[in-house]
């Protein structure tokens, strides 16, 4: 089986042990063989987005009998470079009633909480870049800092339908964090710790021979859990028909309206790098994390895993083109009055159980 894990921590230590011996003291060797591990995951998750800009292109070419992109390399496949160069290079405007500081710093603070989020997720064996014992917690409370950066971009653009995109954002992200994290208590009850990847860890194995023991296979508890938590993150990262902050129908592209050129594409590198943070959370969470079936051993760990966060990634991209925007009002009112209620009613379950299993 070919584990990236051990082969990268092997790397690692011939790299730091050939710096040592150029003289390089101990620290400044490992200081360097972190900041190389670091640069690897900004590169990483700054490709993920121009590979779901292009999935979800391609997708939805396929629910409306299209093409997609098709020119631009094979298939179409070197667009979203295409795109990404085209909006480096694009002017970048600032209006002139806009606060100036704010507007340049809100597509930055919306951005840069998304690579500390990566830092605790269980890519396989081996690939835990930090394993925190508080991984869960660690990630809401890094990613709710994105909202701040929502209301920046709304108010420093000086702009009414920006104002009004950022505080419909700011309403809409506050208010779904608290079901999705309610959704999640179900999860720590059962495993008694909030580390990604002891909860991947202990989803390992099966029922029977057969069921894997993954938290979404817990009756009830695990479905109410799991559709929580996925409706809440489709709410959290502004996608269909969850995306009142930007209703292009309504507020023409609502707290990113101003923004033009790299700037702009700051606010999409976030979105959709949120979307695979949120997928990956979920198959730590509720499908197991890199455990799968056996296959001869022949697919390692980090496949397993990245196929099944891929697999709701398409969930996210299938709703959009799907589902209508929700009205402004409904969609509160859906947060409050049902998701909520449930995520406690689910708690409670959850509590019932643990005490039953005992």
């Not at 951005?111 to 396989?124: H, K, S, T």
């Not at 309403?171 to 710790?193: C, D, I, N, W």
């Amino acid at each position: 089986m070919f584990e990236l894990g051990p082969i990268l921590s092997h790397v690692f230590q011939v790299l730091q042990t050939w710096v040592i011996g150029h003289g390089v003291p101990p620290l400044g060797a490992w200081i360097l063989a972190k900041a190389i591990q670091v640069g690897v995951i900004v590169l990483l998750v700054s490709l993920i987005p121009m590979v779901l800009v292009y999935a979800e292109r391609k997708v939805s070419a396929f629910m409306q009998a299209r093409l997609g992109p098709m020119n631009v390399g094979p298939y179409g496949i070197l667009q979203t470079l295409a795109d990404g160069i085209k909006l480096i290079f694009k002017e970048d405007i600032i209006p002139i009633g806009s606060d100036r500081i704010v507007h340049i710093l809100a597509p930055m603070v919306v951005v840069a909480p998304v690579f500390i989020c990566f830092a605790p997720l269980p890519f396989g064996k081996g690939l835990v870049p930090i394993d925190l014992d508080i991984g869960v917690l660690f990630i809401f409370a890094v990613s709710g800092v994105s909202t701040i950066g929502v209301l920046m971009a709304g108010w420093g653009s000086g702009n009414k339908f920006s104002m009004l995109g950022g505080v419909r954002g700011a309403a809409q992200l506050v208010s779904y964090e608290v079901p999705r994290v309610l959704s999640v208590v179900p999860v720590l009850m059962f495993y008694g710790t909030q580390s990604l990847h002891g909860i991947a860890m202990a989803q390992q194995g099966r029922w029977f021979g057969v069921i894997p023991k993954w938290f979404i296979f817990y009756p009830v508890i695990g479905q109410i859990a799991f559709l929580i938590f996925l409706i809440a993150s489709v709410a959290e990262t502004n996608r269909t028909p969850f995306d009142i902050p930007e209703a292009e129908s309504e507020l023409v592209a609502g707290f990113h309206t101003e923004f033009s050129g790299l700037k702009f594409a700051l606010f999409f590198l976030a979105e959709y790098a949120y979307v695979f943070v949120s997928s990956a959370m979920a198959v730590a969470l509720f499908l197991g994390g890199d455990d799968g079936f056996s296959a001869g051993g022949i697919i390692p760990s980090w496949l397993w895993f990245i196929g099944k966060t891929f697999a709701i990634v398409f969930l996210f991209l299938w709703f959009r083109w799907t589902f209508p925007r929700l009205r402004v009002d409904r969609l509160m009112q859906f947060c409050w009055q049902f998701l909520l209620p449930w995520s406690i009613v689910n708690i409670g379950l959850a509590g019932l159980a643990v005490l039953l299993l005992k």
